[in-house]
Protein backbone atom coordinates (compact mmCIF):
# COMPACT_ATOMS: atom_id res chain seq x y z
CA UNK A 1 0.00 0.00 0.00
CA UNK A 2 1.41 3.60 -0.68
CA UNK A 3 1.46 6.20 1.72
CA UNK A 4 -1.17 7.98 2.00
CA UNK A 5 0.29 11.12 3.47
CA UNK A 6 2.43 11.65 0.46
CA UNK A 7 -0.34 12.47 -2.20
CA UNK A 8 -2.41 15.34 -3.06
CA UNK A 9 -6.02 14.92 -2.67
CA UNK A 10 -8.15 14.88 -4.07
CA UNK A 11 -6.60 11.97 -5.99
CA UNK A 12 -6.50 8.95 -7.82
CA UNK A 13 -4.06 6.32 -7.40
CA UNK A 14 -3.76 3.36 -9.28
CA UNK A 15 -1.52 0.19 -8.06
CA UNK A 16 0.67 -1.48 -11.07
CA UNK A 17 0.97 -4.35 -8.94
CA UNK A 18 -2.80 -4.76 -8.73
CA UNK A 19 -3.27 -4.07 -12.56
CA UNK A 20 -0.53 -6.76 -12.82
CA UNK A 21 -2.53 -9.47 -11.17
CA UNK A 22 -5.58 -9.03 -13.10
CA UNK A 23 -3.08 -9.40 -16.20
CA UNK A 24 -2.12 -12.31 -15.02
CA UNK A 25 -5.13 -14.64 -14.80
CA UNK A 26 -6.25 -12.53 -18.53
CA UNK A 27 -3.42 -14.12 -19.88
CA UNK A 28 -3.90 -17.40 -18.76
CA UNK A 29 -7.62 -17.04 -19.91
CA UNK A 30 -5.98 -16.28 -23.30
CA UNK A 31 -3.55 -19.02 -23.23
CA UNK A 32 -6.00 -21.40 -22.11
CA UNK A 33 -8.57 -20.85 -25.37
CA UNK A 34 -6.58 -18.99 -28.15
CA UNK A 35 -9.38 -16.07 -27.33
CA UNK A 36 -7.87 -12.77 -27.60
CA UNK A 37 -8.78 -10.04 -24.74
CA UNK A 38 -8.96 -6.48 -25.45
CA UNK A 39 -8.91 -3.49 -22.89
CA UNK A 40 -12.54 -2.04 -23.25
CA UNK A 41 -11.22 1.86 -22.61
CA UNK A 42 -14.28 3.49 -21.96
CA UNK A 43 -14.21 1.83 -18.03
CA UNK A 44 -10.38 2.89 -18.09
CA UNK A 45 -7.93 4.64 -20.06
CA UNK A 46 -5.27 5.89 -18.00
CA UNK A 47 -2.72 5.70 -20.90
CA UNK A 48 0.37 5.86 -18.55
CA UNK A 49 -0.70 2.30 -18.08
CA UNK A 50 -0.74 0.93 -21.28
CA UNK A 51 2.37 0.47 -22.29
CA UNK A 52 2.01 -2.18 -19.39
CA UNK A 53 -1.56 -3.99 -20.48
CA UNK A 54 -0.13 -4.03 -24.09
CA UNK A 55 2.56 -6.32 -23.11
CA UNK A 56 -0.64 -9.15 -22.19
CA UNK A 57 -3.73 -7.93 -23.76
CA UNK A 58 -4.11 -8.02 -27.28
CA UNK A 59 -5.37 -5.00 -28.01
CA UNK A 60 -8.23 -1.68 -27.38
CA UNK A 61 -11.90 -1.35 -27.84
CA UNK A 62 -13.64 1.90 -27.87
CA UNK A 63 -16.64 3.45 -28.51
CA UNK A 64 -16.09 6.18 -30.82
CA UNK A 65 -13.53 7.84 -32.41
CA UNK A 66 -11.52 9.68 -29.31
CA UNK A 67 -11.37 6.43 -27.76
CA UNK A 68 -9.89 4.67 -30.70
CA UNK A 69 -7.60 7.31 -31.22
CA UNK A 70 -6.20 7.01 -28.05
CA UNK A 71 -6.00 3.06 -28.27
CA UNK A 72 -3.90 3.47 -31.98
CA UNK A 73 -1.38 6.35 -30.26
CA UNK A 74 -1.00 4.96 -26.75
CA UNK A 75 -1.32 1.00 -27.04
CA UNK A 76 0.05 -1.16 -29.20
CA UNK A 77 -2.15 -3.58 -30.48
CA UNK A 78 -5.43 -4.47 -32.50
CA UNK A 79 -7.45 -1.47 -32.27
CA UNK A 80 -11.83 -2.35 -32.06
CA UNK A 81 -14.61 -0.07 -32.44
CA UNK A 82 -18.13 -0.23 -32.10
CA UNK A 83 -20.78 2.71 -32.09
CA UNK A 84 -24.34 2.73 -32.03
CA UNK A 85 -24.31 4.68 -35.02
CA UNK A 86 -21.06 6.57 -36.68
CA UNK A 87 -21.06 9.65 -38.47
CA UNK A 88 -19.47 9.74 -41.61
CA UNK A 89 -16.66 12.53 -40.64
CA UNK A 90 -16.21 9.71 -37.86
CA UNK A 91 -16.15 6.85 -40.42
CA UNK A 92 -13.58 8.27 -42.45
CA UNK A 93 -10.91 8.59 -39.90
CA UNK A 94 -11.76 5.46 -38.38
CA UNK A 95 -10.88 3.80 -41.70
CA UNK A 96 -7.45 4.77 -41.16
CA UNK A 97 -6.52 3.52 -37.70
CA UNK A 98 -9.22 0.65 -36.49
CA UNK A 99 -8.48 -3.27 -37.24
CA UNK A 100 -12.15 -3.87 -36.46
CA UNK A 101 -15.63 -1.72 -37.04
CA UNK A 102 -18.31 -3.20 -35.06
CA UNK A 103 -21.57 -2.09 -37.06
CA UNK A 104 -25.29 -1.61 -34.88
CA UNK A 105 -27.03 -2.70 -37.49
CA UNK A 106 -26.67 -4.63 -41.04
CA UNK A 107 -28.28 -0.89 -42.52
CA UNK A 108 -25.26 0.75 -40.99
CA UNK A 109 -22.90 -1.70 -42.38
CA UNK A 110 -24.41 -0.92 -45.74
CA UNK A 111 -24.17 3.10 -45.47
CA UNK A 112 -20.79 2.45 -44.11
CA UNK A 113 -19.29 -0.36 -46.58
CA UNK A 114 -18.05 1.96 -49.13
CA UNK A 115 -15.72 3.83 -47.17
CA UNK A 116 -14.44 0.93 -45.65
CA UNK A 117 -13.33 -0.75 -49.11
CA UNK A 118 -12.18 2.43 -50.34
CA UNK A 119 -9.77 2.93 -47.58
CA UNK A 120 -7.51 0.63 -48.86
CA UNK A 121 -6.94 -0.84 -45.41
CA UNK A 122 -7.48 -4.49 -44.05
CA UNK A 123 -10.52 -4.12 -42.24
CA UNK A 124 -12.37 -7.15 -40.29
CA UNK A 125 -16.27 -5.46 -40.06
CA UNK A 126 -18.94 -6.81 -37.99
CA UNK A 127 -22.52 -6.66 -36.51
CA UNK A 128 -23.53 -5.89 -33.22
CA UNK A 129 -26.91 -8.37 -32.76
CA UNK A 130 -28.91 -8.51 -29.51
CA UNK A 131 -29.93 -11.92 -28.54
CA UNK A 132 -32.61 -10.57 -26.37
CA UNK A 133 -31.68 -12.54 -23.24
CA UNK A 134 -29.71 -10.78 -20.45
CA UNK A 135 -29.68 -10.98 -16.85
CA UNK A 136 -29.26 -7.30 -15.88
CA UNK A 137 -31.93 -6.45 -13.52
CA UNK A 138 -30.52 -2.45 -13.43
CA UNK A 139 -32.29 -1.40 -17.25
CA UNK A 140 -29.64 1.26 -17.91
CA UNK A 141 -27.20 -1.01 -17.45
CA UNK A 142 -28.98 -3.59 -19.87
CA UNK A 143 -28.23 -3.43 -23.25
CA UNK A 144 -31.18 -6.35 -24.02
CA UNK A 145 -34.14 -4.47 -22.00
CA UNK A 146 -37.26 -3.86 -24.21
CA UNK A 147 -36.96 -1.73 -27.32
CA UNK A 148 -33.20 -1.28 -26.73
CA UNK A 149 -31.06 0.71 -29.57
CA UNK A 150 -28.03 -1.53 -28.60
CA UNK A 151 -27.35 -4.06 -31.80
CA UNK A 152 -29.37 -5.86 -33.62
CA UNK A 153 -32.24 -8.90 -33.25
CA UNK A 154 -33.02 -11.52 -35.47
CA UNK A 155 -36.14 -10.16 -36.03
CA UNK A 156 -34.86 -7.29 -37.77
CA UNK A 157 -31.56 -8.46 -39.32
CA UNK A 158 -31.89 -8.02 -42.70
CA UNK A 159 -28.85 -11.47 -43.91
CA UNK A 160 -29.13 -9.80 -47.21
CA UNK A 161 -27.53 -7.10 -46.28
CA UNK A 162 -24.20 -8.76 -44.54
CA UNK A 163 -22.21 -9.75 -47.23
CA UNK A 164 -18.37 -8.69 -46.58
CA UNK A 165 -19.25 -9.18 -42.35
CA UNK A 166 -16.46 -11.28 -40.95
CA UNK A 167 -17.89 -11.50 -37.19
CA UNK A 168 -20.86 -10.80 -35.12
CA UNK A 169 -20.63 -9.06 -31.69
CA UNK A 170 -22.63 -9.44 -28.24
CA UNK A 171 -22.31 -7.11 -25.26
CA UNK A 172 -25.46 -8.57 -22.29
CA UNK A 173 -23.44 -8.90 -19.78
CA UNK A 174 -22.51 -6.40 -16.66
CA UNK A 175 -20.65 -7.35 -14.03
CA UNK A 176 -21.05 -10.89 -14.22
CA UNK A 177 -19.74 -14.36 -13.69
CA UNK A 178 -19.21 -16.99 -16.55
CA UNK A 179 -22.25 -18.93 -15.09
CA UNK A 180 -24.36 -16.36 -16.68
CA UNK A 181 -22.39 -16.57 -20.45
CA UNK A 182 -22.97 -20.31 -20.20
CA UNK A 183 -27.02 -19.70 -19.72
CA UNK A 184 -26.52 -16.60 -22.45
CA UNK A 185 -24.79 -19.45 -25.22
CA UNK A 186 -28.18 -20.79 -26.25
CA UNK A 187 -29.61 -17.81 -26.85
CA UNK A 188 -27.04 -16.66 -28.98
CA UNK A 189 -27.04 -20.15 -30.61
CA UNK A 190 -30.80 -20.17 -30.88
CA UNK A 191 -30.87 -16.87 -32.86
CA UNK A 192 -27.56 -16.32 -34.77
CA UNK A 193 -26.17 -19.82 -34.83
CA UNK A 194 -27.02 -20.53 -38.37
CA UNK A 195 -24.52 -17.21 -39.38
CA UNK A 196 -21.66 -17.86 -36.59
CA UNK A 197 -20.78 -20.94 -39.22
CA UNK A 198 -19.67 -18.55 -41.65
CA UNK A 199 -17.67 -15.79 -39.62
CA UNK A 200 -14.05 -15.53 -39.05
CA UNK A 201 -14.81 -13.96 -35.51
CA UNK A 202 -17.21 -13.09 -31.98
CA UNK A 203 -17.12 -11.15 -30.03
CA UNK A 204 -18.54 -12.09 -26.46
CA UNK A 205 -18.25 -7.51 -25.74
CA UNK A 206 -17.73 -7.07 -21.66
CA UNK A 207 -19.52 -7.32 -18.52
CA UNK A 208 -17.53 -10.33 -17.35
CA UNK A 209 -16.23 -9.86 -13.73
CA UNK A 210 -12.95 -12.32 -14.71
CA UNK A 211 -10.97 -10.99 -11.96
CA UNK A 212 -13.02 -10.83 -9.06
CA UNK A 213 -11.96 -13.51 -6.44
CA UNK A 214 -15.15 -15.84 -6.86
CA UNK A 215 -15.07 -16.00 -10.87
CA UNK A 216 -15.40 -19.36 -11.84
CA UNK A 217 -12.63 -19.12 -14.92
CA UNK A 218 -13.16 -23.12 -15.99
CA UNK A 219 -16.46 -22.20 -17.06
CA UNK A 220 -15.05 -19.24 -19.39
CA UNK A 221 -12.75 -21.61 -20.37
CA UNK A 222 -15.59 -24.24 -21.28
CA UNK A 223 -17.77 -21.39 -23.07
CA UNK A 224 -14.94 -19.67 -24.95
CA UNK A 225 -13.70 -23.33 -26.44
CA UNK A 226 -16.56 -24.52 -27.55
CA UNK A 227 -17.83 -21.74 -29.14
CA UNK A 228 -14.61 -22.13 -30.96
CA UNK A 229 -13.90 -25.78 -31.97
CA UNK A 230 -18.31 -25.61 -32.97
CA UNK A 231 -18.15 -22.83 -35.09
CA UNK A 232 -14.42 -22.23 -36.17
CA UNK A 233 -14.41 -18.71 -34.96
CA UNK A 234 -12.15 -16.34 -32.86
CA UNK A 235 -13.16 -15.49 -29.75
CA UNK A 236 -12.39 -11.46 -28.67
CA UNK A 237 -13.46 -10.79 -24.98
CA UNK A 238 -13.70 -6.86 -24.02
CA UNK A 239 -13.75 -6.80 -20.43
CA UNK A 240 -13.25 -3.01 -18.92
CA UNK A 241 -14.15 -3.84 -15.22
CA UNK A 242 -11.83 -6.71 -15.17
CA UNK A 243 -8.82 -5.06 -16.50
CA UNK A 244 -8.19 -2.66 -13.38
CA UNK A 245 -11.08 -4.41 -11.03
CA UNK A 246 -10.29 -3.37 -7.52
CA UNK A 247 -6.65 -1.53 -9.19
CA UNK A 248 -6.78 1.84 -7.82
CA UNK A 249 -7.64 3.79 -5.09
CA UNK A 250 -9.81 7.60 -4.34
CA UNK A 251 -7.97 9.03 -1.69
CA UNK A 252 -10.08 12.07 -0.70
CA UNK A 253 -9.90 14.34 2.69
CA UNK A 254 -12.23 15.47 5.45
CA UNK A 255 -12.61 19.33 5.04
CA UNK A 256 -15.38 19.62 7.51
CA UNK A 257 -17.51 17.86 10.15
CA UNK A 258 -21.34 18.74 10.98
CA UNK A 259 -24.60 17.41 12.77
CA UNK A 260 -27.85 17.54 11.42
CA UNK A 261 -29.55 14.14 13.04
CA UNK A 262 -26.78 11.94 13.15
CA UNK A 263 -22.87 12.89 12.51
CA UNK A 264 -22.07 14.64 8.84
CA UNK A 265 -18.13 14.92 6.85
CA UNK A 266 -18.01 16.69 3.91
CA UNK A 267 -15.16 15.47 2.23
CA UNK A 268 -13.16 17.01 -1.08
CA UNK A 269 -14.01 14.47 -2.86
CA UNK A 270 -17.71 14.34 -4.59
CA UNK A 271 -19.87 11.21 -5.57
CA UNK A 272 -21.80 13.26 -8.22
CA UNK A 273 -17.94 14.54 -9.85
CA UNK A 274 -15.47 11.87 -8.71
CA UNK A 275 -17.26 8.73 -8.28
CA UNK A 276 -20.71 8.90 -10.29
CA UNK A 277 -21.11 5.78 -10.22
CA UNK A 278 -22.18 5.56 -6.66
CA UNK A 279 -25.23 7.42 -7.74
CA UNK A 280 -25.78 5.78 -11.47
CA UNK A 281 -25.36 2.44 -10.11
CA UNK A 282 -26.27 3.35 -7.23
CA UNK A 283 -23.09 1.27 -5.16
CA UNK A 284 -21.39 1.86 -2.12
CA UNK A 285 -17.95 1.69 -2.27
CA UNK A 286 -15.60 0.40 0.61
CA UNK A 287 -13.55 2.39 2.44
CA UNK A 288 -10.48 1.11 4.12
CA UNK A 289 -10.60 0.83 7.84
CA UNK A 290 -14.45 1.28 7.79
CA UNK A 291 -17.76 -0.43 8.48
CA UNK A 292 -21.61 -0.11 7.84
CA UNK A 293 -23.47 2.06 9.34
CA UNK A 294 -23.75 1.68 13.10
CA UNK A 295 -21.06 -1.53 13.26
CA UNK A 296 -18.33 0.49 14.32
CA UNK A 297 -18.62 2.81 17.62
CA UNK A 298 -18.83 6.22 15.07
CA UNK A 299 -20.89 6.18 12.09
CA UNK A 300 -20.77 9.32 9.34
CA UNK A 301 -22.51 10.34 6.37
CA UNK A 302 -20.40 11.32 3.89
CA UNK A 303 -20.91 14.35 0.89
CA UNK A 304 -19.63 15.99 -1.28
CA UNK A 305 -17.97 19.55 -1.55
CA UNK A 306 -20.92 20.06 -4.02
CA UNK A 307 -24.16 22.15 -3.74
CA UNK A 308 -26.25 19.02 -5.22
CA UNK A 309 -28.27 17.78 -2.22
CA UNK A 310 -27.62 14.10 -3.52
CA UNK A 311 -24.03 14.01 -3.79
CA UNK A 312 -23.66 11.44 -0.67
CA UNK A 313 -21.05 8.80 -1.13
CA UNK A 314 -22.95 6.89 2.31
CA UNK A 315 -23.12 6.06 5.45
CA UNK A 316 -19.78 4.71 7.32
CA UNK A 317 -18.73 3.78 10.49
CA UNK A 318 -14.92 4.33 11.84
CA UNK A 319 -13.38 3.02 15.07
CA UNK A 320 -12.48 7.00 16.43
CA UNK A 321 -14.29 10.28 15.31
CA UNK A 322 -13.60 11.91 12.10
CA UNK A 323 -11.93 14.91 11.97
CA UNK A 324 -10.72 17.76 9.56
CA UNK A 325 -7.87 16.57 7.70
CA UNK A 326 -8.29 12.46 8.25
CA UNK A 327 -7.91 10.84 5.02
CA UNK A 328 -10.18 8.43 3.64
CA UNK A 329 -9.64 5.60 0.84
CA UNK A 330 -11.97 4.52 -1.11
CA UNK A 331 -11.68 1.17 -3.01
CA UNK A 332 -11.81 0.06 -6.48
CA UNK A 333 -11.78 3.74 -8.09
CA UNK A 334 -9.66 2.63 -10.90
CA UNK A 335 -12.45 2.02 -13.22
CA UNK A 336 -15.41 3.69 -14.48
CA UNK A 337 -13.93 6.90 -12.68
CA UNK A 338 -11.51 9.04 -14.08
CA UNK A 339 -13.23 8.59 -17.81
CA UNK A 340 -16.51 9.54 -16.12
CA UNK A 341 -14.81 12.76 -14.09
CA UNK A 342 -16.53 16.11 -14.69
CA UNK A 343 -16.31 19.64 -13.07
CA UNK A 344 -20.03 20.18 -12.23
CA UNK A 345 -19.72 23.17 -9.38
CA UNK A 346 -16.34 24.04 -10.72
CA UNK A 347 -14.91 20.82 -8.82
CA UNK A 348 -11.42 19.91 -8.87
CA UNK A 349 -10.59 17.09 -11.00
CA UNK A 350 -8.72 14.56 -8.69
CA UNK A 351 -5.00 14.07 -9.56
CA UNK A 352 -3.65 10.65 -10.69
CA UNK A 353 -0.90 9.04 -9.17
CA UNK A 354 1.08 5.50 -10.20
CA UNK A 355 2.22 3.09 -7.56
CA UNK A 356 4.79 1.13 -9.47
CA UNK A 357 6.18 -2.00 -9.12
CA UNK A 358 9.14 -0.19 -8.16
CA UNK A 359 7.79 0.89 -5.03
CA UNK A 360 8.27 4.52 -6.41
CA UNK A 361 4.82 6.75 -6.35
CA UNK A 362 4.63 8.95 -9.75
CA UNK A 363 2.57 11.85 -9.91
CA UNK A 364 0.79 11.39 -13.87
CA UNK A 365 -1.43 14.17 -13.81
CA UNK A 366 -2.29 17.13 -11.94
CA UNK A 367 -5.56 19.67 -12.87
CA UNK A 368 -6.19 23.40 -12.12
CA UNK A 369 -8.52 26.34 -12.76
CA UNK A 370 -7.67 25.92 -16.78
CA UNK A 371 -9.17 22.73 -17.13
CA UNK A 372 -12.71 23.99 -15.50
CA UNK A 373 -12.31 27.09 -17.81
CA UNK A 374 -11.04 25.97 -21.18
CA UNK A 375 -13.97 23.31 -21.34
CA UNK A 376 -16.77 26.37 -21.49
C1 LIG B 1 -19.32 -1.36 -21.67
C2 LIG B 1 -18.85 -2.21 -22.76
C3 LIG B 1 -17.72 -3.02 -22.58
C4 LIG B 1 -16.97 -3.13 -21.27
O1 LIG B 1 -17.82 -3.52 -20.25
P1 LIG B 1 -17.27 -3.84 -18.75
O2 LIG B 1 -18.54 -4.00 -17.98
O3 LIG B 1 -16.49 -2.66 -18.30
O4 LIG B 1 -16.49 -5.08 -18.83
C5 LIG B 1 -17.32 -3.78 -23.65
N1 LIG B 1 -17.96 -3.74 -24.84
C6 LIG B 1 -19.04 -2.95 -25.05
C7 LIG B 1 -19.71 -2.96 -26.37
C8 LIG B 1 -19.53 -2.17 -24.02
O5 LIG B 1 -20.60 -1.41 -24.21
Redesign the pocket.
Known sequence: MFDISKVKTPCYVVDEAKLLKNLTILDNVMEKTGCKILL?Q??FSMYSTYPMISQHLKGT?ASGLYEAKLGREEFDGEVHV?SPAYTEKDMNELVQICDHIVFNSPKQWQKFKGIVEKSGRKISCGIRCNPEYSEIETDIYNPCFKNSRLGTTLDNFDDSLIDGIDGLHF?TM??QGSDVLKRTIPHIEEKFGKYLYNMKWINL????HITRDDYDLDTLIECVNYLHDKYGVQVYL?????VALNAGYLVSEVIDTAKNGMDLAILDASAACHMPDVLEMPYRPNIIGSGQADEKAYTYRLGGPTCLAGDIIGDYSFDEPLKEGDRLVFCDMAIYSMCKNNTFNGMPLPSIYLQKLDGELELIKEFGYDDFKMRL
Do not use: S
Request: proline share 6%; hydrophobic share 20%; glycine share 24%.
Open positions: AKATYHCEGGGHEPGEA
